[in-house]
């Protein structure tokens, strides 16, 4: 299988805590994305990342991007209680987006 | 608001009724997409359309077929479900975000197997 991983599986925190995601990745990529999906719902797109590109930052998330160690972390700061969801990476290569397996996190207000 | 939208939001079916579920996207976007979602798993691609031409994966089941009659809408037809297809379907569309392309996702229809 292609899919990328994640970890941790599942993460809780208390509000005002860093949370950190990592996704590894199997094959060349043009871009890595992250998206964020609530329970039962569909998913939202979070942040792209460029293959050229090492980190990006976009409000309260900063995401790095390894390409010599096929991996990616999103890092939210000072988490909220409505952060609360579950967090996928996707890698783009040949306009197809690949999933990796999420990071459920739940914050606890 | 251009977006994506799927209907219906829930659907009940039974085991071995067909059934299809809707997309449609506001974007004008050239390329959709037919994602299913396990619980608790991440989305798994079914087919795509770049315009008109249709795009399997290899491993989608042949029991799940796809039309897309014009630019705005895209259906998943599923001629004889079972008990496994109970899952969330998830359509996007893709079209350019921060100067890149990316996919729009509609907020899925979360289908039931009885």
């Known amino acids: 299988s292609q899919q990328g991983e994640e970890d941790p599986q599942a993460l809780s925190i208390q509000e005002g805590e860093n949370a950190t995601m990592n996704c590894s990745y199997k094959?060349?990529?043009?871009?890595l994305q992250w998206y964020r999906q609530n329970s039962g719902r569909g998913l939202v797109h979070l942040i792209l990342?460029?293959?050229?590109?090492r980190e990006k930052h976009s409000g309260r998330l900063r995401v790095t991007l390894d390409t010599s160690k096929k991996s990616s972390s999103l890092l939210i700061t000072a988490s909220r209680a409505a952060d609360t969801a579950s967090y996928f990476c996707?890698?783009?290569?040949?306009?197809?987006?690949?999933f990796g397996t999420g990071t459920r996190l739940q914050v606890f207000p | 608001d251009a977006m994506v939208i799927q209907n219906p939001r829930y659907q009940v079916t039974q085991f071995g009724k067909p059934v299809t579920l809707s997309c449609s996207q506001t974007?004008?976007?050239?390329?959709m997409y037919w994602y299913q979602q396990k619980s608790s798993q991440a989305p798994k691609l079914l087919f795509h359309?770049?315009?008109?031409?249709?795009?399997n994966e290899a491993d989608t089941p042949d029991n799940f077929q796809s039309r897309r009659p014009n630019t705005s809408f895209c259906f998943l037809d599923i001629r004889s479900p079972g008990l496994g297809d109970a899952a969330m379907y998830l359509c996007?569309?893709?079209?350019?975000?921060?100067?890149?392309?990316?996919?729009?996702f509609g907020p899925g229809t979360r289908l039931l197997v009885l």
């Open positions: 974007l004008n976007h050239n390329v």
């Open positions: 996707a890698t783009d290569n040949t306009d197809k987006l690949i």
């Open positions: 094959t060349s990529i043009n871009n």
């Open positions: 359309y770049y315009d008109k031409d249709f795009n």
């Open positions: 996007a569309s893709r079209g350019l975000a921060d100067n890149q392309e990316t996919q729009y």
């Open positions: 990342i460029r293959s050229n590109e």
